[in-house]
């Protein structure tokens, strides 16, 4: 048999022949041998759709992602993607919030901007969202509408007087935390006026052995240095 | 009618798999692995059959899969989308167990003894009646051990093609060449696979 022929029979036992070549293979099929090659190369394709039945595969995705492991590769188990972009924005993002709520909470140097005699008194960062404060508010020498400031700039003599002359014995802290009234000619309220003032002896109180101190009235003639 | 409305259905069906893996290719590409997780799920049967195929024993075809699949997940950057995911997935495995089949040639010249064996003991072989040679196990068996017999190349293209069954431009995307040229490679194997065993096919009709 010619190897065309082969060709022809192996292409129609196949089912890849086109119509022209089934025409072409019918008129062969009269020839018993070609017959008979025929049916064999038909046998043989059967044979190979048994051969399709394959064991059942065992390959897990845990098995696939243990040898990306082993190859050096890392896969990553979110959907996220650019992961490598969100850390280190995230990481800035939460130290900028930390910062922020630090400087919020520790106290810090204000100056109200009265004019260069303006006193410096020590006030707390209030919060942008909170109200102003009060009418009454106003009026008491510790609040004194801080506003944000100029730390470098040195506080005048005359507001440092009256709060080293009230303070002059007690610690750094009592200095801090005592209300300072304002000495501001401008300044709305009355300067030293119902408010109490402590005076500090320096001769020691037989009864208790502390500092003696002496309340006054009023600080209005109450006469500030040495 | 029937068969241009299977035809256009088959199509569609193809295309949304196509588009299905191609957007779980783009997601996996940007990281996510549970993306890449799903194409494994989805193609490991097949890719694993073509590899049962090609080396004929379970445990070296789950090796070519696992191996098939690092590759992919290594290189899914030079995926080209117009292609199909799986045809690329099958072309990795045809170039693994191309790869193996040529530095495994001790074994395969056993195995090629040992089909030879089989051969002649399925024509020559101590069973009086020859029809009962061909009873279908024995026939599968035989098939199989001609099959492993065959080089490389020619096994590849039986097997996308006759166990598969893959379209031909299927076959020449996943062999790198043109649609004309897989027809011609197929029916090579096919006469080489003939020639190995039609004496024994033979000798049934006989």
Redesign the interface.
């Known amino acids: 048999m010619k190897r065309r022929d ?2 022809l029979l ?2 129609v036992a ?1 089912g ?1 022949a086109t119509a022209d070549e089934v025409a072409r293979a019918d008129g062969l099929s009269r020839d018993p041998e070609a017959s ?1 090659r025929l ?3 038909r ?3 059967e ?6 039945e ?2 059942e ?3 897990s ?1 845990e ?3 243990d ?2 492991l082993r ?1 050096g ?1 890392k ?9 490598w972009v969100w850390m280190p924005a995230g990481a800035l993002a939460a130290t900028f919030l930390i910062a922020s709520w630090v400087m919020r909470q520790s106290p810090t140097l204000v100056r109200s901007d009265a004019g260069p005699s303006a006193p410096v008194v020590l006030a707390k960062r209030e919060p942008v969202s909170k109200p102003l404060p009060s009418a009454a508010q106003e009026q008491s020498p510790t609040v004194a509408v801080p506003t944000f400031v100029n730390e470098s700039a040195p506080p005048s003599i005359s507001s440092r007087r009256p709060g080293q002359a009230a303070n002059r014995h007690g610690s750094g802290r009592a200095k801090r935390a005592a209300p300072l009234p304002s000495l501001d000619p401008g300044h709305s309220e009355e300067p030293f006026s119902s408010d109490a003032i402590v005076m500090i002896e320096p001769e020691a109180d037989d009864a208790t052995g502390a500092q003696r101190a002496v309340e006054m009235e009023s600080g209005a003639d109450v006469l500030v240095g040495g | 009618m029937p068969a241009l409305a299977i035809k256009m259905e088959a199509s569609v069906i193809r295309r949304i798999e196509m588009d299905a893996d191609g957007a779980l290719v783009q997601r996996a590409r940007q990281g996510d692995f549970s993306a890449f997780e799903e194409l494994f799920e989805r193609h490991r049967t097949l890719v694993y059959r073509f590899a049962y195929q090609m080396v004929q024993r379970r445990d070296d075809a789950e090796d070519l899969v696992q191996e098939a699949f690092v590759r992919a997940y290594q290189n899914l950057h030079r995926y080209r989308d117009e292609a199909k995911f799986t045809t690329w997935l099958l072309r990795i495995v045809t170039n693994l167990s191309t790869d193996q089949a040529r530095m495994g040639q001790r074994r395969l010249a056993l195995e090629q003894q040992e089909a030879g064996g089989a051969l002649d003991w399925m024509t020559v072989g101590t069973i009086q009646d020859p029809v009962q040679n061909l009873e279908e196990d024995r026939r599968k068996i035989a098939l199989r051990k001609a099959l492993a017999a065959l080089p490389i190349h020619h096994r590849t293209v039986i097997v996308l093609r006759d166990l598969e069954e893959r379209e031909y431009p299927d076959i020449a995307r996943t062999l790198g060449c043109s649609v004309g040229g897989a027809k011609l490679r197929v029916l090579r194997a096919r006469r080489a696979l003939r020639d190995r065993v039609g004496p024994l096919i033979g000798e049934e009709s006989s």
């Open positions: 082969e060709d192996l292409k196949f890849d008979r049916a064999e190369l046998r043989m394709r044979g190979l759709h048994l051969l399709r394959v064991p595969a065992q390959i995705t098995r696939l992602r040898a990306l190859n590769l896969p990553e188990r979110s959907g996220w993607g650019l992961g």
